[in-house]
């Protein structure tokens, strides 16, 4: 993998974990997701947006972040953890480009307030061992997983 030497263009999301459903939002406003259960009669997803249009790479980090959350909620539930209620991901997607190639590279954020850090960590790296967004990612660009517990 190449490692990007300039980064053109960053996509960011904060995916919320709550009893109502999962919402993504985009850091500034331009894309809110709600996505509801694959079992429920409601719609999958709402989308609301907000000119400017986002990015691809915000498209991207909102899908992967949406996943992602739900594999942490399926591993926690193996695992019999109950969440935090302010449990959330962020995801970053950069695009970037190192000569005239171009790459994405991305940093995955999850933050579980009050758990021990071993446990978070655990849950973390189970979540993406299970996430397709994170299998279809592996090894193709870089990516930080990273854990806060507080």
């Known amino acids: 993998m ?16 709550s009893s109502a459903g999962v919402t993504s939002r985009g850091h500034n406003g331009t894309l809110d997701i709600a ?9 999958a997803h709402v989308f609301t947006t907000v000119q400017p ?15 992602y959350i739900a594999a942490v909620g399926l591993v926690a539930k193996e695992m019999k953890l ?3 209620s302010d449990l959330a991901v962020d995801i ?4 970037g480009q190192t000569g005239a190639d171009y790459f994405l590279q991305a940093r995955l954020n999850l933050r ?12 973390a790296h ?3 061992a299970i996430c ?17 517990t507080s």
């Open 35 to 43: 996505l509801s259960p694959g079992n429920s009669t409601t719609p």
């Open 126 to 128: 189970a979540a993406d």
């Open 53 to 67: 249009h986002p990015t691809a790479e915000q498209l991207f980090a909102g899908a992967w972040s949406a996943c």
């Open 92 to 95: 970053e997607v950069d695009l």
């Open 2 to 17: 190449s490692k990007i030497e300039k980064v053109l263009a960053t996509g960011k999301t904060h995916t919320m974990h």
């Open 132 to 148: 397709p967004y994170s299998k279809a990612t592996r090894g193709n660009i870089e990516v930080a997983l990273n854990v806060f």
């Open 112 to 123: 579980a307030p009050g758990l021990p850090q071993d446990v978070a960590t655990q849950l």
């Open 82 to 84: 109950e969440l935090p």
